[in-house]
């Protein structure tokens, strides 16, 4: 069963937060910029930073969201 996900308008961040609600395997719509939908199969996701030290006030910590197209 895939879900749809609204990603027009959206800012990148919002996206993989609604991502979040689903398990990895899951096939996705998603409707970026363009209007079009597009399927997708979440696969993983993950934290990453911006390789500064967590005291630095530059620091940046980035959520992730793996996705693959499928045609």
């Not at 895939?2 to 991502?19: F, N, P, T, Y």
Request: charged share 25%; glycine share 6%; hydrophobic share 30%.
């Amino acid at each position: 069963m895939k879900k749809q996900i609204r990603g027009v308008g959206m800012h990148i961040e919002k996206s993989v937060s609604a991502l979040l609600h689903y398990k990895c395997k899951t096939v996705v719509e998603i409707t970026w910029g363009n209007a079009q939908p597009s399927l997708y199969e979440i696969d993983t996701f993950y934290d990453s930073d911006n390789g500064l030290e967590m005291d630095d006030e530059n620091y940046k910590e980035y959520h992730l969201a793996f996705i693959s197209y499928r045609p």
